[in-house]
Each structure stands twice: as C-alpha cells, then as structure tokens.
C-alpha cells in the first residue's frame, strides 16, 4: 500500500542529495508496513505470552525445540505471504536508478529487500529460509511443512543426513554472524557519505555499533524511525518517520 507525502527534514534531503554513497542499516520496522512483527513493543495473537529474546536463543531452543520451531515455521508461512512495502521499493529504486550507490545491510532474516528488487550486501542476522541441521550443519533442501493454521508446538523437519533436527538459518542470542557479514557491513559505512539506519532499536550488537563508528569516520548518519532509540543521541539528524513513508519521500 502506498502512502501521502511527507516533508523531507531539509538537512536530509540535503545530506541525500549530496551523496554518492549510501549505506542502508536496517532492523524490524524495516519490514513492520509489510506486517512483520517487530522484536520489541506491539505484540499480538498467538505468541503474545513468549518472549522473542527467549525464543531466539540457543537456550529457548535446547529447552523446547517444538516450540521454537512453530514459532520459525510461523513466520516463514507469514512472510511468504507478504509482499514488500513502499520503503523496500524505494531503496531499490534509488539502487537501481544510477548515479548514487546504494549498499544494504540489514538485521532481518526475510526477504523483502530482495524481493522489492534490491541486492542484500549482508544478513547479519542470517536467512529464515536457510534451514540446516542443528547437529551436522548440512543443508535441508526440502521444503518444510508450514501448517496452514498456527500451532504452538511443532516437531522440527529431520536432517537427511544425521536424522537430527532441522533450524532455520538465523543467528541466536550469543550466536556468531555469518562469515564476512559484518566486515562488509562496516566497509560499507566506513566508505559512505551517508548512512540511514532505518526501523531498528540499536540495543542488539555488534550491529548497533556500525552508526557511531560510521560518525566517528565523519559520515553522516541519519535515524529514520518513529520513536526514540539507543541511537537517537549519536547520529547527525533524527527523522521521526516510518520506512514506507520516509523512504518514498527521500528517493522521489
Ligand atoms: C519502525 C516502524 C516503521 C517500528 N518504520 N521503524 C556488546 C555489548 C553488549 C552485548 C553484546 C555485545 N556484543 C554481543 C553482545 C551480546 C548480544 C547482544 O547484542 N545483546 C544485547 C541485547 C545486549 N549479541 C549477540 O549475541 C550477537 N552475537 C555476537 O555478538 O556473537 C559474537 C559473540 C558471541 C558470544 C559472546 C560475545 C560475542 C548475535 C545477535 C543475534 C540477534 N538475533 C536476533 C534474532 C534473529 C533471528 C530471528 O529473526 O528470529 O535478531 S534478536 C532480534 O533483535 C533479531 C533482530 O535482528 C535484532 C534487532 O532487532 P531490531 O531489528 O532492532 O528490531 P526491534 O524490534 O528491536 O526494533 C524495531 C524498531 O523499529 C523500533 O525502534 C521501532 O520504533 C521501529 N519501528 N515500526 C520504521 N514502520
């Protein structure tokens, strides 16, 4: 769904317009306007009474597989089922329409960024639906059965290979970052002229890092989220305004 105009904070538009860089570091509200819940705040329906810090861990997993497995197998059926919205189209036109390099890194596990059109730079988070084995680490290629209806306990797919169980190729609380991810998602701030954080909360690490060490290289750093976060204080301009809403207006 599209959305009105908004007004472009003149230091913003000013700071786009004189790049030849961009940088995009983006976190859940990324992809909140497409109907992917976010980690922190709002919550709803069936997972209301879980903690997603709890369900993201090796911990949650090694105590309740099933559990964390419904909750995975959840959202791959529901981001599936939804489409980009009006900010993922916007950076991939903005990447797309010459003149200015646009380097994406984002904390999400789906695809929307992709979908929209635009090259990933790096998943620091890892890919929802890269599954392997939990045990072994090889690969699952088959399709997992999502149910069409949400349950709260399910049994994980088995490895083809060890007949152990299958998770999704995400990174847990405590959990390394995929080789060379976040390398290349400091590069790429460390070479900008302008870095946009956009719809993350900045409380996770290493990741929350990369807006300070991109000021202190004498980038600008631009906030575009509609509340408050841990960053709010140490970037060049804050913009109160959603994904979809912003980045139309700033690409346009
Ligand atoms: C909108 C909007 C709209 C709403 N438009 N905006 C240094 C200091 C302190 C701690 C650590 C440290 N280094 C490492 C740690 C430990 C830990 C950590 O950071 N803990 C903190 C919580 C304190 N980090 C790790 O464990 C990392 N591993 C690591 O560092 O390995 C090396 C190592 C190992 C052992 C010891 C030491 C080092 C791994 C972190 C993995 C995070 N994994 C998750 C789950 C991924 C899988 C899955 O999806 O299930 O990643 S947790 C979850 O949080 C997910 C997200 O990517 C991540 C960040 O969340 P994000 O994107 O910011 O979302 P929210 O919900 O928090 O915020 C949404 C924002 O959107 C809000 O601000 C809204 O206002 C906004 N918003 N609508 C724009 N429409």
């Known amino acids: 769904t599209d959305v009105s105009p908004i007004e472009v904070p003149t230091a913003v538009r000013e700071a786009a317009r004189a790049a030849r860089r961009v940088t995009v570091l983006t976190g859940a509200g990324m992809s909140a306007e497409s109907g992917v819940p976010t980690f922190r705040g709002a919550k ?24 964390v497995w419904a909750w995975y197998a959840w959202r791959i059926g529901l981001v599936r089922a939804l489409e980009p919205n009006a900010g993922h189209r916007a950076l991939a036109r903005w990447a797309n329409g010459g003149g200015v390099e646009v380097r994406i890194a984002t904390q999400n596990v789906d695809d929307l960024h992709e979908r929209a059109g635009s090259e990933v730079l790096a998943h620091v988070h890892g890919d929802l639906f890269a599954l392997r084995c939990s045990v072994c680490g090889a690969p699952f290629e088959d399709e997992p059965e999502i149910p069409a209806e949400p349950v709260q306990r399910l049994e994980p797919p088995l490895c083809g290979e060890c007949g152990e169980y299958v998770r999704p190729g995400v990174v847990w609380f405590g959990g390394m970052l995929p080789e060379g991810a976040f390398d290349a998602a400091l590069d790429a701030c460390l070479d900008a002229d302008l870095v946009l954080v956009v719809g993350t909360s900045g409380i996770v690490y290493p990741f929350a890092s990369l807006p300070d060490i991109a000021r202190g290289h004498g980038v600008t ?16 301009h804050v913009w109160r305004a959603t994904a979809a809403t912003a980045l139309p207006a700033l690409v346009e």
């Not at 009474?49 to 369900?55: A, G, I, N, Q």
């Not at 750093?221 to 060049?236: A, K």
């Open 44 to 67: 709803g329906g069936l997972w209301e009474e879980f903690d997603p810090m709890t369900l993201a861990s090796q911990r949650g997993w090694d105590a309740d597989p099933d559990l």
């Open 221 to 236: 750093v631009v906030e575009i989220n509609p509340e408050d976060t841990d960053l709010s204080s140490g970037v060049d």
